[in-house]
């Protein structure tokens, strides 16, 4: 990974002097594993990547731009060249979705783009196959705020959980799979949600789509959410077999973006991970986990 003294922002504003967009007012929206920046006077954000995710990045906004021709409601990339190479980082640029005053879209509106999705046709964009925990287990490897035990019992129950999903059977079979979708990459754009984050797209078990949205119960998820999320869809995981091992790979991916964080020194992240850690290693599935 390239060194840089850039900060995320400073490498966000830099990008909008090369694509020739005003950067003042700029303003975090969020960060967690990709930083994002609102532009207020060009009505776009910016997401702000790190370097080595260039390829996913890139085939992210192939894919996103088909799925528009498909019709199907994601957040689009503007029409600039992108990604933009930046020192240390890769840089996007997005239409903004302002979001109103109340809940986001819930489960039912994630299962509806889901549904969607996996009736297209296999894009015409080479995906790559959906691994699991691709990305966790060098960040695990290779962290610094992990004890020696703790880094060992990732990578342990990693390689059990992997073991597991290896021999499951997918009745919904393989296709083009979002690779993140949860609750949380939707967005309201008037009374529709879109889906956004696309940089994990592959192609896959259609199961790993659906279980994300399940082991949002550490989250406060509902049973009627749950059942909402399964009608709107068209197919209820809750009795799969496989469902556990899907939830239970979930809860360990969850963990990179605190792990890096916390390698950064960042005290809050490194309290939650801690806080996941415990639990996950006590198989105690009642103690609610923080979203960031």
Same mark, same amino acid.
């Given at each position: ?65 088909? !799925?528009?021709?498909?019709?199907? @409601? ?38 509806? !783009? ?7 046709? @296999? ?17 695990? @490897? ?33 296709? !083009? ?29 259609? @199961? ?10 550490? $989250? ?8 909402? $999320? ?27 973006? $605190? ?15 801690? $806080? ?17």
């Amino acid at each position: 990974m390239t060194t840089t003294s850039l900060t995320p922002q400073g490498a966000a504003q830099r990008a909008c002097e090369v694509w020739g967009l005003s950067a003042r007012g700029i303003s975090p929206l969020r960060s967690h594993a990709t930083s994002v920046y609102l532009l207020p006077h060009v009505d776009a954000v910016v997401r702000v990547s790190r370097d080595e995710q260039r390829a996913s990045i890139q085939r992210a906004i192939a894919l996103t731009r088909w !799925l528009v021709g498909q019709g199907l @409601e994601v957040t689009e990339p503007l029409d600039v060249s992108q990604p933009l190479d930046v020192p240390g980082y890769v840089i996007t640029l997005w239409r903004h979705y302002p979001q109103p005053d109340g809940p986001p879209p819930g489960p039912e509106h994630l299962g509806h !783009l889901l549904r969607l999705l996996h009736r297209l046709p @296999e894009p015409p964009i080479e995906l790559p196959a959906y691994r699991p925990h691709l990305a966790l287990r060098p960040v695990a @490897e290779s962290s610094t705020a992990l004890t020696p035990s703790d880094r060992e019992w990732i990578l342990g129950r990693s390689d059990e959980l992997l073991h597991a999903y290896a021999h499951l059977d997918f009745p919904l079979g393989q296709g !083009l799979v979002h690779g993140d979708a949860y609750p949380g990459n939707t967005l309201w754009d008037g009374t529709a949600a879109r889906l956004g984050d696309w940089d994990e797209a592959a192609i896959g078990p259609r @199961e790993t789509d659906l279980a994300n949205t399940f082991q949002g119960v550490r $989250f406060g998820r509902t049973t009627a959410q749950l059942r909402a $999320f399964s009608d709107a869809y068209g197919y209820d995981l809750t009795d799969w077999p496989g469902l556990s091992v899907l939830t239970e790979l979930r809860d360990l991916h969850t963990l990179g973006s $605190f792990i890096r964080r916390a390698d950064l020194g960042d005290l809050e992240a490194a309290t939650q991970l801690a $806080f996941r850690l415990d639990t996950l290693k006590r198989g105690d599935r009642t103690k609610s986990w923080a979203i960031h």
